[in-house]
């Protein structure tokens, strides 16, 4: 839910912004002066408007409105000055230079509604995850890999050499092309013999998952689990792809991808995703959840965004957009996205059921397993033996990629 903080000493004039915010949408966090307005700012969470009082003990709205957009610059936009009929003329032109959204006392519901439609309508999530995330470049040798996979006249040779450049890349690609993702087809031993039997589409596609690898920077424990619970569910989607006849390949990558926006997340401000971690964790909320409230948007988005930067194929970008809200498909998440992201969702309860990258088993936290198996069409018993062969394939490609 959209949240406003009001900093105001009156508590006539907090009662009743905090009454119209509740019937405009919004849970409001109260502070009588900038000590209080400073924790709630410091529990991370994202304000859809700041309301605060011209005069305040020890202090002042203007100031307020300096310590706020230093803290976070996109509150600049979102803050709103309370002040009485009569204002001081030096003031009046601070505020004016400034360009501070102004509510004169005493204000009516009316004035309220009016300062929150002016804010740039309902937050626009893609504007601001551009505004507040830094999402990551495409690693080098990749881009050149991505580059050389979209020439018309490549040879496998090209490529190899490309490839070759990076030898992490090279181990790596050949570590995914060994895996049970792929272990149906022959033993690959060299990148020439990876890219003729996967074939450039998919080494596209492995080239990138294995290049997100360095987002996770540095390397600890909560990042492990994050890396852990992508192979988890990029293991689990291929197997549930094999059993609906569906891409296995396919679902595979876009398990190893589907939280990628995690880690840009955690890499972008990593006490702060820390933090939300835990309570993930102990609260037994899912991810998008905590993230929503804390950032103002979520992984999910994130990762599309990434996917949209680094040139993911579509149908990728999409699953990944959806792994979480498949409960509301619109009309533009049809045929195989939906299916894909289906597939990925339904890994993904799997594994979150399992504690595959968390502490421990949450199976409080429902992702919907059982609606997105019944969406699926896999029948229980089958679904009983898939869970129960996946948790043994997992423990042994584990040791592969940790
Ligand atoms: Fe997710
Ligand atoms: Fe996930």
């Given at each position: 839910m959209?949240?406003?903080?009001i ?5 006539d004039?907090t009662e009743?912004?905090d009454l ?15 000590q209080?307005a400073?924790k709630?700012?410091a529990?991370k969470?994202f304000?859809?408007a700041?309301f ?5 003990q020890g202090t002042?709205g203007l100031?307020i ?11 600049a936009?979102?803050?709103v000055?309370l002040?009485?009929?009569?204002m ?7 505020i004016k230079?400034?360009?501070?959204r ?7 519901f009316?004035?309220?509604k ?6 740039e ?5 893609r ?9 990551p ?8 890999i991505?580059?050389l996979?979209?020439?018309?006249n ?5 490529l190899?050499?490309?490839?070759m450049a ?9 570590q ?11 033993n690959v031993?060299t ?8 074939g450039f589409n998919?080494i ?11 987002i ?12 852990e619970?992508?192979?988890g ?12 006849r569906s891409?296995?390949?396919e679902a595979?990558?876009?398990g190893?991808?589907?939280d ?6 955690n890499?972008?401000?990593p ?10 964790q102990e609260?037994k ?5 905590v ?12 990762g599309?965004?990434?996917?949209e ?13 959806y792994h979480?809200?498949w409960?509301?498909?619109d009309k533009a ?29 949450m199976p ?7 609606e997105l198996?019944?969406?699926l069409?896999?029948?229980d018993?089958?679904y ?12 042994n490609e584990?040791?592969?990629f940790?």
């Amino acid at each position: 839910m959209a949240r406003l903080l009001i900093i105001d000493d009156d508590p006539d004039i907090t009662e009743i912004l905090d009454l119209y915010g509740d019937f405009l949408g919004y849970e409001a966090d109260v502070a009588p002066g900038w000590q209080e307005a400073g924790k709630h700012l410091a529990g991370k969470r994202f304000y859809s408007a700041v309301f605060c009082d011209l005069t305040l003990q020890g202090t002042n709205g203007l100031q307020i409105f300096e310590k706020i957009s230093g803290l976070d610059p996109r509150l600049a936009g979102r803050f709103v000055l309370l002040t009485g009929a009569v204002m001081d003329e030096g003031v009046e032109r601070q505020i004016k230079a400034k360009k501070i959204r102004l509510v004169k006392k005493p204000f009516n519901f009316e004035d309220i509604k009016a300062a929150l439609q002016s804010m740039e309508g309902p937050v626009d999530t893609r504007s601001l995850i551009l505004q507040s995330a830094k999402l990551p470049a495409v690693p080098l040798v990749a881009a050149k890999i991505l580059a050389l996979i979209g020439q018309e006249n490549t040879t496998i040779e090209d490529l190899k050499d490309a490839i070759m450049a990076d030898s992490s890349l090279t181990t790596r690609i050949l570590q995914m092309a060994n895996s049970v993702f792929f272990r149906f087809r022959q033993n690959v031993d060299t990148i020439s013999d990876a890219v003729s039997v996967l074939g450039f589409n998919t080494i596209r596609s492995v080239t990138l998952a294995v290049s997100t690898r360095d987002i996770y920077r540095p390397f600890g424990l909560l990042e492990e689990k994050l890396w852990e619970h992508n192979l988890g569910v990029s293991l689990a989607s291929g197997a549930i792809a094999a059993e609906i006849r569906s891409g296995r390949e396919e679902a595979a990558i876009a398990g190893l991808l589907h939280d990628t926006g995690k880690l840009v997340m955690n890499s972008n401000q990593p006490e702060r995703y820390l933090f939300l971690a835990q309570s993930v964790q102990e609260e037994k909320v899912p991810f998008h959840t905590v993230e929503t409230e804390v950032f103002g948007f979520g992984h999910a988005e994130v990762g599309s965004l990434l996917g949209e930067k680094w040139g993911f194929p579509d149908i990728l970008s999409g699953a990944i957009l959806y792994h979480h809200s498949w409960k509301s498909f619109d009309k533009a998440v049809q045929g195989d996205v939906r299916e894909l992201c289906l597939i990925v969702a339904l890994a993904d309860a799997l594994c979150t059921r399992l504690g595959i990258g968390y502490k421990s088993p949450m199976p409080e936290l429902d992702l919907g397993e059982k609606e997105l198996q019944r969406l699926l069409k896999i029948d229980d018993g089958r679904y009983g033996e898939i869970a129960s062969k996946f948790k043994e394939t997992f423990l042994n490609e584990k040791m592969h990629f940790m």
